[in-house]
């Protein structure tokens, strides 16, 4: 049988991943918007084109939960989008509602679906999901982790000029300011990062990486990235609907992991069909480890804004 995959909002984030699904060809596909004819109009155009790309996923759209509710994985992309000048934290009361209204349709799913959030703030919109549904912890996943480490191989690449495939890294923590470049697994070629350029160098790029978002944000003006945040959520279907192995990182619920509790935060994950199989444990150094704390510290001061509200 086909895999069946919901997406909560048609904008270009969630029409993206459509079209990424569909022509790798990962199941049939259903886009829901408030705007039900948008997402009539987007998946008619998603299926005049999947021809030419060989493939035999069909795609529907509209307003209809019932077809979300039949599927096996639910793509979260819903909420509004940063503008000039705002964090993704500014979006979190606005976001808040939005996502907890959706979560308490998607509680109706009598499949126990897997649920990937993209909307930001990441990582307390991930914990809303997870709180509200009260899905299984390894069934609602956080995409995050993914889109800024291969930002994080962006910067790299274009200061040391190499392939892709000679990069090495990994960005843990929250989806914002906090998130933690992991400089120490950080390496080219095989070689450690800071034996080809000095630790300032290698710590201005973690900080581009850090400030990737934005940076896209500043230049669109109405919008924020999309084609980047898509393929990271296709790269963890990938892992979860053809068991495409690896470790990535994401945001996951932490329940004594690294030593957080009652949280989502970014963290080494192996996904599978089950959702999250396996939290890694790596080692960082002592400086990361307290900027990871650091970083837990601010998911936790956000999502104790919105707690009693869950």
């Known amino acids: ?51 030419l790309f060989s493939s035999d996923a069909r795609v529907e759209g509209g307003d209809d939960y019932s077809k979300i509710l039949d599927c096996d994985v639910i793509v979260v992309t819903a909420g509004l989008a940063r503008k000039p000048g705002m964090t993704r934290d500014d979006l979190l009361f606005k976001n808040f509602d939005i996502i907890k209204g959706i979560s308490l349709k998607l509680k109706e799913s009598k499949k126990n679906p897997i649920v990937i959030a993209v909307s930001n703030p990441l990582d307390v919109m991930a914990y809303t999901i997870f709180k509200v549904t009260g899905f299984p912890r390894n069934r609602v996943i956080g995409m995050a982790g993914v889109l800024d480490t291969y930002r994080f191989y962006h910067f790299i690449q274009n200061r040391l000029e190499v392939p892709y495939r000679y ?12 998130m933690v470049p992991l400089i120490s697994q950080t390496k080219v070629a095989g070689k450690p990062l800071n034996a080809r350029i000095t630790d300032a160098e ?6 581009m990486a ?58 080494p994950v192996t996904l599978g069909p089950s959702g999250v ?34």
């Open 210 to 267: 850090r400030n990737g978002g934005a940076e896209i944000v500043s230049l669109l003006k109405t919008g924020s990235a999309y084609y980047a945040p898509a393929a990271s959520v296709v790269r963890m279907m990938e892992s979860i609907l053809s068991n495409r192995k690896g470790i990535l990182p994401c945001s996951v619920y932490a329940d004594g992991e690294y030593g957080y509790k009652d949280i989502f935060i970014g963290l």
């Open 1 to 51: 049988m086909k895999n069946k995959i919901g997406i909560i909002g048609a904008g270009n984030v969630g029409a993206t991943v459509a079209h990424l699904a569909l022509i790798k060809d990962m199941g049939d596909i259903y886009l829901l918007d408030i705007a039900a004819e948008m997402a009539k109009g987007k998946a008619i155009d998603l299926n005049q084109s999947k021809f």
């Open 202 to 207: 290698a710590m201005e790029l973690a900080e």
């Open 277 to 310: 199989d396996k939290i890694s444990t790596i080692k960082i150094t002592e400086d990361e480890k307290n900027s990871l704390d650091a970083s837990a510290k601010s998911i936790m001061e956000q999502i104790a804004k919105i707690k009693d509200k869950i």
């Open 167 to 178: 990069m090495e890294s990994m960005i843990l923590g929250s989806h914002g300011d906090t």
